[in-house]
């Protein structure tokens, strides 16, 4: 693995302590957010309640977010904090069947980085990706030019074999949540202007 695929486990943290034997997977995709998964044991997070990440490879690094948006149709919790990460990541702009990957995980034994490839086998109209290899959910996928290719969000069959959500639609969540807030916003701004008028 060269040292541009190494530079990107620097972006993984996760929702468990250090200490926890389990250790789930969640990426940052801008200066002030982070994307995860919501099945299974992050179903019942909601929108609006607090929570600490721990940085994967310094582990004084913890980090105060607040869930910004559960999108339940995406499979995916976006959090938001006050914190500024270091922040460098390009999106990958092809999204081709049997298309090779880099997969982003976390090795449960010892709580460090584990990377498999694998490939994209299928694609699906709702914006996801069926991959060769098992896995984690919140794993991250980078094509073999270490670009940004989308997360783990579900599972298939009995081999477990991995549901990829493109990128675009993970980023997407991020305006999409603004854009409710500044709706909500002006709701609140024309009653008040409606009331002092009125």
Avoid at 42 to 52: A, T
Avoid at 62 to 86: A, G, P
Avoid at 124 to 150: A, C, H, P, Q
Wanted: hydrophobic share 35%; aromatic share 10%.
């Amino acid at each position: 693995m060269n040292q541009d695929f190494g530079d990107l486990e620097k972006n993984v943290y996760t929702l468990t302590d250090p200490n926890d034997s389990k250790h789930d997977c969640v990426y940052v995709i801008d200066e002030h957010h982070l994307v995860t998964y919501q099945r299974d044991d992050h179903s019942m997070i909601e929108v609006g309640q607090k929570l600490f990440v721990y940085n994967l490879l310094d582990k004084s690094i913890k980090v105060q977010v607040s869930v910004y948006d559960k999108c339940e149709i995406l499979d995916i919790l976006v959090l938001k904090t006050t914190h500024k990460f270091d922040f460098e990541r390009g999106n990958t702009r092809h999204h081709t069947v049997n298309r090779l990957y880099h997969q982003l995980g976390i090795n449960q034994e010892n709580r460090t980085p584990l990377w498999t490839q694998g490939t994209l086998t299928e694609r699906f109209s709702n914006g996801r990706y069926l991959g060769s290899t098992t896995g984690m959910l919140g794993d991250v996928i980078f094509d073999e030019f270490n670009k940004f290719i989308g997360i783990v969000v579900a599972k298939r069959g009995e081999e477990n074999k991995i549901f990829i959500l493109k990128h675009t639609l993970v980023d997407s969540n991020v305006p999409k949540g603004l854009t409710h807030d500044v709706r909500f916003e002006n709701v609140r701004l024309n009653r008040f202007i409606f009331f002092i008028s009125g």
